[in-house]
């Protein structure tokens, strides 16, 4: 239980440190877009084309068409993204939260109803519209966010709530992947396919195989990738099939690490020691020794967890921040205040607030009734109906899924596209605001007891 509590809370800590930034880029995006000074500076700046040739091969293209800095953000960038939800989401299925049935079960409901009653109240509202088929935008948890706003309570917020709020999240990707991969996909390039079917192949008999070269599964990831971009399926799917392939066993137990590491140290001498408490140049066989225990640590981590460490940092602080900086720019000038509360908007505010609350806290409170699962340590009625307001911030997956819905170059898609962007920022917002109120007024003044990693 020590461990995977350990790594829920180290999840925790990297999704909030990152909400910090994403909230950082929204707000400069927002300042930005509407300064008439940069105004047209930042519409202009994503269209520019950008390329990585070799020859007459240019990675960075689509059909031969090469990729605008927009299209290499959400296409490019957001599939390393992916990929890191995809390494996150199996390493929860193997050791994490994911990973027992019963402690799984009360997030895993409480998703599928998060999903659920935001497209139902979407689409009562969008029935009949152009807008009608982005059912699906309201559907998203960002984890960012949602645990940027828990850490504002900081340590008052019960160690089982914030795991029951990631592990929901984390069900909640799933769920947004699937749906990106079953309706958000063009005309089918067969040959493109099969070849990705190749590479995939590949990767699959080299986790099998329990080839540890990071390398290799980046190499192929990226033909995947490429060869999904042409195949007409989403490429953002690639990072995720690519994740799932990547050895979660090292070369190494960490008994027989253990072991290496004092038969190494074993070869130091009392008078190395002594020599090493100054700084002096150390001898050949002192390098090789020391080598030796580098080769060693390397060979106890895993791929998964080694790529998953290595992501967190340029995800969270480089990419989603990158994405919503691009995508959040909502411009202001035109917008009546009307426009909020009607229209595409109105039922993408309506199916966060609302539908996210309902959904998650009916779905959690069935589960918890009907005994199939617990409550959530430190966890009661109250808590759990505020945090089941914070799912409702959908903020990074909700512009993604916008994005894909209404990003067709096409003006009066456009103007929907920017109103549907308004609805995803001040729904996102009322319900990280109505989260953070009903959370203050239910959690106890002092900080929690955590247990101890």
Known sequence: MASEFFISKKTIKNHTNGGTVLMAATALALMVVNIPFFHDFYNSLWIHEIELRVGDFNLFSHHGKPMSIMDFINDALMAVFFFSVGLEIKREILVGELSSF???????????????????????????????????????????????????????????????????AVVDDIGGILVIAIFYSGAIDYTSLLWAAGGFTILIIGGLAGVQLKTFYVTFGIMVWFLFLQSGIHPTIAGVLVAFCVPANPVYAPKKYIKTIRKTLSHFSQDDEDKLERRSILSKAQINWL?????????????????????????????????????????????????????????????LVLGKFLGIFCFSWLCIKMKLAPMPDGANWSRLAAVSVLGGIGFTVSLFIANLTFGTGDPYLSHILNNAKLGILVGSLLAGFLGWLLLNLSLPSTPQPEEED
């Open 102 to 168: 019963r402690q799984a079960l009360l997030p895993i409901v409480g998703a599928v109803g998060g999903m659920i009653a935001p497209v139902v109240i979407y689409f009562l509202l969008a029935r009949g519209t152009d807008y009608s088929h982005g059912a699906a935008i309201p559907m998203a948890t960002d984890i960012a966010f949602s645990l940027g706003v828990l850490a504002m309570l900081g340590k008052r917020v019960p160690i089982g709530l914030k795991i029951f709020l990631t592990t929901l």
């Open 291 to 351: 080598k030796e225990i580098e080769s060693a640590s390397d060979k106890v981590i895993s791929p998964l967890q080694d790529l998953e460490d290595t992501l967190h940092p340029v995800v969270n602080y480089m990419i989603v921040p990158l994405f919503a900086f691009a995508n959040a720019g909502i411009w202001l000038g035109d917008v009546q205040v009307s426009e909020v509360f009607q229209g595409v908007s109105l039922a993408i505010i309506l199916g």
